[in-house]
């Protein structure tokens, strides 16, 4: 028969005098590996002395009683008081397992750790070594740092554009006019208010769309891309498969009419070279100063004409400088870009020597005026350029005009110019532009500038236009000269003198850019 076990329960505390009563049950779990020894018959009740509890037990030697433990972790779970068996040294197995680890309780936890890590790492090199002989370890070198790699404008998906599909032959694909309704329908849901579907259920329509495009005639793929050309926030990708399409149908509207295409996209449109796609962008509702400074270096006219033609468009200083360029080589565009709301002054003055005879009054009494500030400017710029400081102004003797006149009806233009930039104040090189015009206007303005009278001003018109070296054209309107010198003041004259020396000189707003 197998041994029976005697479970002891705990005794409650007594007083050092009463003795200690030990109740024996028949215990559930048996707790000792190897088999105890047949105890001997043991009363229901022993009595025993408190320190002999402690010491020795008398009657089993493998069965003690534990003092009930300081409250710990261990606490938390108490074991069942009724049929338990009392093990030797079992307080403080589960002391040891309740309790906190102290530091250096995890430092050699830690350090083991480390130590088995290092030996498998080690084992494991080993076996390396072995297999491939030829290793190089990246100890020996130093690790590169990584590259990051930046997205080219090439790699964005929205703004991608393959220069070369806008030449060339045409794929043919199918057309299917189903296609074109299930893309109306597509169509429908994408422009529908934001509160009628869910954003990804739109970017799904949107999708299917794009795959939809290769397969809708031309003629319901015109009607949805002027649909698209009005939304507030048309598919990006679904825009660059249709701006890419060579067609110019497909493509025209959305580059005319669609303002959520970045001018990145539209640069690269401008790069392919193709004026007609040009022309549809300088078209545009609003075209940017940056934009704007591209098609003008493009240089061409019809480009630069719908361009200057259009209120939208912002341009820079010096892209006006290159408008006033190309409109002196072609005539075509002086008058749109002369008549320009935001025209500057100094380039105005510019083309005054380019544009016709109707357009030079337009601009003279455009961009001259009389104030009282006015006239302050003006002396301190004389005072400027004299080195003089001047009350009032200081016309030309008489007979400095008269030999002035009398060098111009000769035809030496060359003495006239020198006479002329000494009694007006001017440089040699613009009195050279002034005595060669041969539409009197220039001249007009330098007589009122040096104080010719209006009864004598009269007569030196007529004395150039019989002149038989053309000063003046035969067939210049006396009357429309006559008008220009009534109508210009002193003030108006040295200013309009003032801009052109600059010009001549490359200063003040003619200076070039740094």
Request: proline share 8%.
């Amino acid at each position: 028969e197998e041994p029976e076990l005697i479970a002891v329960e705990e005794p409650e505390p007594l007083a050092a005098e009463e003795p200690v009563r030990v109740e024996m049950e028949e215990p559930e779990i048996v707790a000792a590996a190897a088999p105890l020894p047949e105890p001997e018959p043991i009363p229901e009740a022993v009595e025993v002395a408190p320190e002999e509890v402690h010491e020795e037990p008398p009657v089993i030697e493998d069965v003690v009683a534990i003092p009930e433990p300081e409250p710990t972790i261990a606490a938390r779970a108490p074991i069942p008081t009724s049929r338990r068996v009392e093990i030797e040294g079992i307080g403080e197995i589960a002391r040891s397992i309740y309790m906190t680890p102290t530091s250096a309780d995890r430092t050699a936890f830690l350090a083991e750790c480390a130590a088995m890590a290092a030996a498998e790492s080690e084992a494991a090199a080993e076996q390396a070594r072995d297999v491939v002989p030829a290793i190089i370890y990246s100890e020996q070198y130093p690790t590169p740092k990584a590259k990051i790699r930046r997205v080219e404008a090439v790699d964005d998906p929205f703004a991608r554009i393959d220069l070369d599909d806008h030449v060339g032959d045409i794929k043919v694909i199918e057309t299917d006019d189903d296609a074109g309704e299930l893309a109306r329908s597509l169509l429908d849901m994408m422009l529908s208010s934001p509160s009628a579907g869910l954003p990804q259920e739109r970017a799904l329509a949107a999708d299917a769309l794009l795959k939809l495009v290769p397969r809708i005639p031309l003629r319901s793929l015109v009607a949805i891309v002027e649909r698209v050309s009005v939304m507030e926030t048309p598919p990006h990708l679904l825009l660059t498969k249709l701006i890419n399409d060579p067609r110019i149908e497909v493509a025209g509207p959305l580059l005319e009419l669609c303002n959520h295409i970045s001018d990145q996209v539209l640069t690269k449109v401008i790069a392919t070279g193709q004026v007609s796609l040009l022309r549809l962008i300088a078209r545009r509702r609003h075209i940017s100063a940056a934009l704007s400074d591209q098609l003008i270096q493009f240089d061409d006219t019809s480009v630069i004409l719908t361009l200057v033609r259009n209120n939208g468009v912002t341009i820079s200083h010096p892209a006006f400088s290159l408008l006033a360029d190309h409109a002196r080589r072609n005539p075509a565009v002086l008058a749109p870009l002369a008549t320009r709301a935001d025209l500057p002054a100094p380039i105005a003055f510019e083309l005054f020597w380019f544009v016709p005879a109707e357009l030079r009054r337009y601009l003279l009494s455009r961009f001259l005026t009389d104030s009282e500030t006015l006239t302050k400017i003006l002396k301190i710029t004389q005072t400027m350029q004299s080195g003089e400081s001047t009350s009032e102004p200081k016309f030309a003797e008489r007979d400095d005009i008269e030999a002035f006149v009398t060098l111009l009806i000769d035809g030496k233009l060359p003495e006239a110019a020198e006479k002329l930039a000494e009694i007006g104040g001017i440089h040699l090189e613009s009195a050279l532009r002034i005595v060669s015009d041969r539409e009197g206007e220039p001249l007009t303005i330098m007589f009122k500038a040096i104080g010719t009278n209006r009864a004598r001003y009269g007569e030196i018109v007529e004395l150039l236009k019989a002149s038989d070296f053309g000063i003046i054209r035969g067939d210049r309107d006396s009357d429309e000269l006559k008008n220009v010198f009534d109508s210009m003041s002193f003030n108006k004259a040295r200013v309009l003198l003032t801009y052109w020396d600059w010009a001549v000189l490359k200063s003040g707003p003619y200076a070039p850019a740094n």
